[in-house]
T-cell receptor, first 111, second 112 residues
Framework: GQNIDQPTEMTATEGAIVQINCTYQTSGFNGLFWYQQHAGEAPTFLSYNVLDGLEEKGRFSSFLSRSKGYSYLLLKELQMKDSASYLCAVRYSGGYQKVTFGTGTKLQVIP | DGGITQSPKYLFRKEGQNVTLSCEQNLNHDAMYWYRQDPGQGLRLIYYSQIVNDFQKGDIAEGYSVSREKKESFPLTVTSAQKNPTAFYLC???????????FGQGTRLTVV
C-alpha cells in the first residue's frame, strides 16, 4: 500500500509556529505536495518537494526527507485565517505518476 | 480570468437517478481529474484524463462515467449503480499529470 499518515487535528495559538507532519511509504516515491483546504472549499496548492531539504515560501515552509519517508509543513506567525485542513499528497511512479492524498490535518488557530 | 469551474455547487437527486456534474477549465491544461471527498477520508481518485479523448479509471471508478470530448470539459456522471453517491466531488486540472493540480470549488451531491 501507499499509506500516508498525518495527525487528524491540531490546535495552535495565533502568532505561534506549528509543524504538521506527514509520513509515507517510500517505495516508488516521486514527489510530495502540500495543499490547504478551508472548510467546504477547494484545496489550494502550497508547496512541492522532490529533493531532500527545506523549501521556504513566506510564512510557510515544507521539509522532505526521502530516506525517512517524512515531510513536514511549517507555518510561522500563525493567523486566524490559517485555520484549515492541510493535505499531504504523494506522487508515486506509475502509469500516470499516481498521486495519493492523506486524510488531512485540521488545524485550528485560537486567539 | 483563468480558472476551473464546477457547477452546480449543491445538487440534490433522488435515488436511482443518474446525475452529471459539470467541470470546465480555461487554463489550457491537458490533465483533468475527478476526486471524491468523504468525512475522515482523503481525496480519492475517480477518473483522470491525460489528454482529450482519453481517460482512465482511478481507484473508485465503479458507478461513475466520464467523457473528454473537449480539452476544456470533463463532465462526471454519477450513475444509479454507485452505492453511496452522497459526497463532495472535486474536479481538478493540471498542466500535465506530473504537476500540481488546480481544483474547482466542488459540488456537494446529496442523494435522497
Amino acid at each position: 500500500g501507499q499509506n500516508i499518515d498525518q495527525p487528524t487535528e491540531m490546535t495552535a495559538t495565533e502568532g505561534a509556529i506549528v509543524q504538521i507532519n506527514c509520513t509515507y511509504q517510500t517505495s516508488g516515491f516521486n514527489g510530495l505536495f502540500w495543499y490547504q483546504q478551508h472548510a467546504g472549499e477547494a484545496p489550494t496548492f502550497l508547496s512541492y518537494n522532490v529533493l531532500d531539504g527545506l523549501e521556504e515560501k513566506g510564512r510557510f515552509s515544507s521539509f522532505l526527507s526521502r530516506s525517512k519517508g517524512y515531510s513536514y509543513l511549517l507555518l510561522k506567525e500563525l493567523q486566524m485565517k490559517d485555520s484549515a485542513s492541510y493535505l499531504c499528497a504523494v506522487r508515486y511512479s506509475g502509469g500516470y505518476q499516481k498521486v495519493t492524498f492523506g486524510t488531512g490535518t485540521k488545524l485550528q488557530v485560537i486567539p | 480570468d483563468g480558472g476551473i469551474t464546477q457547477s452546480p455547487k449543491y445538487l440534490f437527486r433522488k435515488e436511482g437517478q443518474n446525475v452529471t456534474l459539470s467541470c470546465e477549465q480555461n487554463l489550457n491544461h491537458d490533465a483533468m481529474y475527478w476526486y471524491r471527498q468523504d468525512p475522515g477520508q482523503g481525496l480519492r481518485l475517480i477518473y483522470y484524463s491525460q489528454i482529450v479523448n482519453d481517460f482512465q479509471k482511478g481507484d473508485i471508478a465503479e458507478g461513475y462515467s466520464v467523457s473528454r470530448e473537449k480539452k476544456e470539459s470533463f463532465p462526471l456522471t454519477v450513475t444509479s449503480a454507485q452505492k453511496n453517491p452522497t459526497a463532495f466531488y472535486l474536479c481538478a486540472s493540471g498542466r500535465d499529470t506530473s504537476t500540481e493540480a488546480f481544483f474547482g470549488q466542488g459540488t456537494r451531491l446529496t442523494v435522497v
